[in-house]
């Protein structure tokens, strides 16, 4: 049995004063992970079972302020609206992946396993999503 897995944090920060629509955005903080089980030879020496759960890229903490074109005076010179924006969204979302894998002879392979997420696209009360899957790869 093995265990493998990714993690990444970012941080973004720019606190520059730009006149387009995106007048600044400061401490951005994103997260994504995936942490899985692999366990070989399970019925023969060229299979093996795999349980992943991961969680995609997702805005932990940060905001952005728009510049939005408003109103103009009468001597031409333009109003603009700032508007600031909250990045972290109401949800969090996990999948959670079980699979099956077996190499073939031919140096091909065929895998199936089925996947549950869990607040997709990071909306929280989204209601989850559940699949089924198979594949078959072919060697040459």
């Given at each position: 049995v093995h265990l493998a897995g990714l993690a990444?944090?970012?941080i973004i920060n720019n606190k520059s004063d730009n006149y387009g629509l995106i007048r600044?955005?400061?401490?951005?903080?994103?997260s994504q992970?995936?942490?899985?089980?692999?366990?070989?030879g399970v019925s023969s020496n060229?299979?093996?079972i795999s349980f992943n759960i991961s969680q995609p890229l997702r805005t932990e903490d940060g905001t952005v302020r728009l510049n939005l074109p408003g109103t103009m005076d009468l001597d031409?010179?333009?109003?603009?609206?700032?508007?600031?924006?909250?990045l972290e969204p109401s949800g969090r979302?996990?999948?959670?992946?079980?699979g099956y894998e077996m190499q073939l002879h031919n140096g091909s392979a065929f895998r199936v396993g089925s996947q549950i997420t869990l607040e997709p696209s990071h909306i929280e009360?989204?209601?989850?999503?559940?699949?089924?899957?198979g594949s078959y790869k072919i060697g040459f």
């Open positions: 990444n944090i970012g600044n955005f400061n401490d951005i903080i994103t992970f995936n942490v899985g089980l692999v366990a070989s060229n299979d093996l031409g010179s333009h109003n603009f609206n700032i508007k600031k924006i909250n979302e996990i999948n959670f992946d079980l009360n989204n209601s989850s999503n559940e699949l089924v899957y």
